[in-house]
T-cell receptor
């Protein structure tokens, strides 16, 4: 079973600060996705990365896929209360099922 | 685009009864749909993979006779929880995927409470 460990598990920071969330595995992925989930709702796709070393930016969010395609990071600049939520990474091998990470629960304090 | 709906959003049922949850892809055809279960404050756990026109593939530890999955069309998959018990209470989420893409698009989830 391939495992995806996310760190930190919980993070609470002040509005305006920067933060990084990590997603690590011992397995190589063909693609990795990041999702954000709010309470009582389904996850919403933020980004997909497929190439080792790839960096993608989505406004204040920067996603990076590790060179070896075993890990990924999500960096948020100038966090806002609307960024609060559960952030999940998910890895896939080929066009197969996703394995979800353990999750990072982010709270931005106004 | 890529909208997935689930119905119902919440359901309360008595122990021993069966409950059906529908998952629909509204603006695309999904050759594959997935069913997940999520416990409070935890990540998503894959229950089964559902391919249109064929039997679902269940993950280890998931009882196929208890969680019946039907994927009769390219836009609809159903999950039936049979003879539900309180321990089946959970948040059930489906997702759908286009044949040629990596991404899965998730439904809003169904909160099942078994009393």
């Amino acid at each position: 079973t391939q495992l995806l460990e996310q760190s930190p598990q919980f993070l609470s920071i002040q509005e305006g600060e920067n933060l990084t969330v990590y997603c690590n595995s011992s397995s190589v992925f063909s693609s990795l996705q990041w999702y954000r989930q709010e309470p009582g709702e389904g996850p919403v796709l933020l980004v997909t990365v497929v190439t080792g070393g790839e960096v993608k930016k989505l406004k204040r969010l920067t996603f990076q896929f590790g060179d070896a395609r075993k890990d990924s990071s999500l960096h948020i600049t100038a966090a806002q209360p609307g960024d609060t939520g559960l952030y999940l990474c998910a890895g896939a091998w080929g066009n197969e099922k996703l394995t979800f990470g353990t999750g990072t629960r982010l709270t931005i304090i106004p | 685009g890529a909208v997935v709906s689930q119905h119902p959003s919440r359901v309360i049922c008595k122990s021993g009864t069966s409950v059906k949850i529908e998952c629909r892809s509204l603006d695309f055809q999904a050759t594959t749909m997935f069913w997940y279960r999520q416990f409070p404050k935890q990540s998503l756990m894959l229950m089964a993979t559902s391919n249109e026109g064929s039997k679902a593939t269940y993950e280890q530890g998931v009882e196929k006779d208890k969680f019946l999955i039907n994927h009769a069309s390219l836009t609809l998959s159903t999950l039936t929880v049979t003879s539900a018990h309180p321990e089946d209470s959970s948040f059930y989420i489906c997702s759908a995927r286009l044949a040629s893409l990596y991404e899965q698009y998730f439904g809003p989830g169904t909160r099942l409470t078994v009393t």
